[in-house]
């Protein structure tokens, strides 16, 4: 069993780095640091989606993660209409702060689940339909990693990237 436990502490300690990011590319922390409240709205070149919009995309899914890794009662938000804002841009830059504070806190919490459930990453949750904390936790990492570059392309198209 010994050996078990220090394989899922390596396990845990690369995947808080996956979810973390910045090993292999820019973290989603970088990628929002600095961005002009004027610039959240705009959608150069016919891209469908706003940065506000991408951020707020990634908070929701995120967060649907989290409470369904933990709480079985968890019911997702309606897919896709309730995981992407309507609006282009926050209401405020209140509002803004906001969702990049609740990225970083869920994200910190889904870490502390990884390590408290850390001898169980293997097990299907009892709900759901074969999903794991493993699972969750991958998933997590990619979802966010793609949108992180899209938030990149568009700050690029914008002349708002400075690396």
């Not at 929002?32 to 995309?57: R, T």
């Not at 282009?88 to 209140?94: M, W």
Request: proline content about 4%; glycine content about 4%; overall charge negative.
């Amino acid at each position: 069993m010994q050996i078990q436990s220090s394989n899922n502490n390596t396990l845990i300690t690369n995947l808080t780095d996956l979810l973390n990011g910045g090993k292999a590319h820019v973290t989603l922390d970088d990628a929002l640091k600095n961005i002009q409240f004027d610039l959240l709205d705009k959608k150069p070149g016919g891209l469908p989606y706003s940065i506000w919009q991408i951020a707020e995309h990634i908070r929701i899914a995120q967060w649907d993660m989290l409470e369904f890794s933990h709480n079985e009662k968890h019911k997702s938000p309606k897919w896709p209409d309730e995981y992407w804002p309507s609006e282009n841009n926050p209401r405020s830059e209140i509002e803004w702060e906001k969702c990049i504070h609740q990225i970083k806190k869920d994200r910190q919490t889904f870490i502390e689940l990884l390590k408290k459930n850390q001898e169980h990453l293997f097990e299907p949750f009892s709900y759901g339909d074969g999903q794991t904390l493993l699972r969750e936790a991958l998933l997590l990492a990619d979802h966010t990693s793609y949108h992180t570059g899209e938030i990149i392309i568009l700050r690029r198209l914008l002349n708002s990237w400075v690396k």
